[in-house]
């Protein structure tokens, strides 16, 4: 077949035209085989980064998975330490409070006086562990228990230690074992501060000796009327029940000494002096006696108003449980004498106003102690 010249020079042009484009396609081709190595470059960089990153935190978890196991270790370590520590702390605790108590009651015993006495007998109830308890940590709620269990068995032995065998109620007598012993019934109610700031911050609640043998005296009365078992009653109650005379005694005893002290303030009955012991004694037994106010300022008397407060309060008590208290007569008749002077009711100032308020208020406190006994 011959072409034409137009048919050869369109071939030509045709030819040339894909001769053109296939280099262009094969450049093109070149340009994305190098860019696809270059990405295969890249991607093979960017594994081996991911590796290498990989491989750091592998490195990094068994670091962070040693140090979680040294924390645990040191907290075990820590946690061993606590327990330590607190068990060193209750035999400390337990050693120095019992030496304090020792003490105390040793210097009470050789105290001449009655508020010699009292000064020691107060440091003895401050004493006991279960007032030096803060609940932390392993020093749980059942523990304190245990803990007042235990004062109260110490105390109605220290009781039986210093009580003669009758329990006589004397609230004038110099007989050094019966002083001690009216000494630990009118200190019972003293609570160690530190101890009643925590219980109270803790909302646990305090507890006195004296409200201890209150309890018990209250759960005895149940266990007798047969609302109670002795199961249901708590081990301090229980081992103060073995002795339920000796903790009435406690009462009795309350209840005659504190009218007895603000006797002994507003009168000679317990002069150092014999001749004017015995005579103020005869006095105030057989006749009125004034007792002479004008010395003493508003703090002392309503100090002496607290006495009587205290003393009326556990009368009110054994009235309630229909247990007769015991009230030496003599104090009776001798507090039934009594006729109150106060000098300073003549003079004219806010501050003798105040005052005269509170001798009146001593006069009731007494005529409403007086008023309880049968």
């Known amino acids: 077949m011959r072409f034409s010249h137009l048919q050869a020079t369109t071939m030509l042009i045709a030819s040339a035209f894909v001769g053109g484009t296939s280099c262009n396609a094969l450049k093109s081709v070149d340009k994305v085989e190098k860019s696809t190595a270059e990405v295969g470059l890249k991607m093979d960089e960017t594994n081996g980064e991911i590796e290498e990153t990989n491989r750091k935190m592998d490195e990094m978890n068994n670091e962070i998975g040693e140090m979680n196991d040294k924390l645990i270790e040191t907290n075990q370590r820590m946690e061993n330490m606590n327990k330590a520590l607190e068990r060193m702390y209750q035999d400390l605790r337990q050693g120095d409070s019992l030496s304090a108590r020792l003490q105390t009651i040793e210097k009470m015993s050789d ?15 401050m004493s006991f562990e279960y007032q030096l308890w803060k609940g932390e940590g392993s020093d749980g709620i059942a523990f304190r228990e245990l803990l007042k269990r235990d004062a ?6 220290t009781l039986r230690r210093f009580a003669p065998t009758s329990l006589p109620i004397d609230a004038l007598s110099s007989d050094k074992d019966l002083l001690s012993i009216e000494a ?17 911050k803790k909302n646990y609640g305090i507890a006195s000796m004296h409200s201890l043998l209150k309890d018990s005296l209250e759960y005895g009365q149940n266990l007798a009327a047969g609302t109670l078992a002795v199961r249901d009653i708590p081990e301090f109650a ?26 002994n303030e507003l009168s000679e009955v317990t002069s150092d002096e014999l001749v004017n012991r015995w005579m103020a004694r005869a006095h105030t037994w057989l006749h009125p006696w004034n007792a002479d106010l004008s010395s003493k300022n508003e703090l002392e008397i309503r100090e002496y108003i607290t006495w009587l407060s205290w003393a009326d309060a556990d009368l009110a008590f054994l009235n309630s449980l229909g247990v007769v ?41 007494l005529d409403k102690f007086l008023g309880q006994i049968r």
């Not at 105290?111 to 109830?125: D, P």
């Not at 109260?152 to 032995?157: G, Y």
């Open 111 to 125: 105290a001449a006086s009655l508020k010699g006495k009292t000064v020691y007998a107060a440091q003895y109830f």
């Open 152 to 157: 109260v068995d110490e105390f109605i032995q």
């Open 184 to 200: 630990l019934a009118m200190t019972s109610h003293m609570l160690n501060s530190n101890s009643a700031f925590a219980m109270n």
């Open 238 to 263: 229980q081992f103060a029940l073995r002795d339920p005379e000796l903790v009435k005694y406690v009462f009795d005893l309350r209840i005659n000494m504190f009218p007895g002290l603000l006797l």
């Open 325 to 365: 208290p015991r009230v030496d007569p003599l104090l009776l008749k001798v507090l039934r004498n009594a006729r109150f002077v106060d000098q300073a009711r003549f003079m004219s100032s806010p501050a003798t106003a105040q005052r005269v308020a509170a001798v009146s208020e001593l006069k009731d406190a």
